[in-house]
């Protein structure tokens, strides 16, 4: 079977990096074996993992690309360089290319499973390439591994013909200053805050894409004032890819042409799968219907809060906290304005705690243990009970 355009060595190896990274973020949090993966052909066998940390590697990689379809999972165990596991993916998906998994983290922390058609993925890359036709080039500062990244930064730049560069290392305010008439900047809100805290002058016909969560009007003004030409930002989620998009802050999105409106319940949207037969997802989001083809978003279902691109669930950090020995309570909630939320955390000490002043810096080495960056709280507040309002209802706290 001939491959897409997308599955080529230099993008697939991109993907896998960028897949592998996360991987070691969350099995060692802290430590990020990035020196070795900077190697021209990394050995995966000699990262900083135990025997059973290498499978669990191996097995989302397995998951991820469904290689147990073909019978190429096994050949990640024996061939481990990174160019191996290229060539391993590249020879599955010339087998079978019918569907492809994207983990995220569930309300309860634990990794969650999405299984996507790629026919219907490239349907969805196919409209955005009509979309954004006249684009030259892709910048990159999103990873590839996610859905919103995998649409945009690995399959679109096939569909266009145009190359992609990864600018993660780079100062946000640099990507927009260097960019070049014809680029497209993929982004999210955090991204494109940071990039626009200075004064800056975009070249002109420099476009920008948004996404994985709302994106603020006044950061809109605030690009449109850098010289952005054209800001687009697409809304989705993990368990249905892109919904719909819109290019004025403040307004509806417009539905993408394969989904409607499920007329049997207006918290779900339906489209055809791959068979044509009629397929139906609940949407992410509490929305209002404004007519058939455009929705306002109103707030998450799930409790989740975006934090620099990344859902994080302050029930689950909570949870992580109230296991510490030396906690009885505690409390989480975002700490500022989108797009720069972060979590804040109230503790009440357990009976069993004799060092209240030293807890705080104990508690911050514990969370980096067992949570990822965005999810750990910035700010830790010790108190003899948990704030609560008149009414004795749980309540904020400066």
Excluded at 209 to 222: A, G, H, Q, V, Y
Aim: contains cysteine; aromatic residues 6%.
């Amino acid at each position: 079977m001939a491959l897409k355009p997308w599955w080529n060595p230099n993008s697939v190896r991109a993907l896998l990096l960028d897949l592998i990274q996360a991987e070691l973020a969350r099995l060692r949090p802290g430590l990020q074996d990035t020196a070795r993966l900077r190697a021209p052909d990394p050995d995966l066998g000699a990262l900083e993992l135990d025997s059973l940390e290498f499978l669990d590697l191996a097995t989302m990689v397995a998951v991820q690309f469904h290689l147990h379809e073909t019978g190429h999972e096994a050949a990640l165990t024996t061939r481990r360089r990174l160019s191996d596991w290229v060539g391993i993916v590249l020879e599955s998906r010339a087998v079978e290319d019918g569907s492809i998994g994207f983990m995220t983290s569930g309300s309860t922390g634990q990794p969650k499973l999405c299984l996507h058609s790629m026919e219907l993925l490239e349907q969805e890359a196919t409209y955005f390439a009509t979309l954004l036709g006249d684009r030259r080039r892709i910048l990159r500062a999103v990873p590839s591994h996610h859905i919103y990244g995998f649409l945009f930064a690995f399959m679109l730049p096939a569909c266009l013909g145009v190359p992609v560069l990864d600018t993660r290392q780079t100062l946000p305010a640099a990507v927009l200053r260097r960019a070049c008439p014809g680029d497209l900047i993929l982004g999210h809100p955090a991204f494109f805050d940071l990039a626009t805290r200075g004064p800056l002058e975009m070249a002109p016909d420099v476009a920008a894409l948004s996404s994985t969560s709302p994106c603020p009007p006044e950061l809109w003004n605030r690009l449109r004032a850098c010289g952005c030409s054209r800001l687009i930002e697409i809304y989705g989620s993990s368990e249905t890819a892109g919904i719909g998009w819109r290019e004025a802050p403040g307004a509806p999105f417009r539905l993408l042409p394969h989904w409607s409106r499920d007329p049997d319940s207006p918290e779900c949207i339906r489209r055809l799968d791959a068979a044509g037969e009629p397929l139906t997802l609940e949407l992410p989001d509490r929305v209002q219907w404004l007519d058939p083809e455009h929705i306002l978003v109103l707030g998450r279902r799930d409790g989740a809060i975006q934090v620099g691109g990344i859902n994080v669930f302050p029930d689950h950090v909570r949870a992580c906290l109230e296991r510490h020995p030396e906690v009885a309570e505690a409390l989480v909630r975002p700490d500022g304005c989108e797009p720069n939320l972060r979590l804040k955390a109230f503790v009440v000490p357990s009976t069993g705690c004799t060092d209240h002043d030293g807890l705080p810096q104990r508690l911050d080495a514990w969370l980096a243990e067992h949570l990822s960056p965005p999810e750990r709280p910035r700010s830790i507040t010790l108190g003899p009970s948990l704030p609560r309002s008149a009414l004795g209802k749980l309540a904020d706290w400066d």
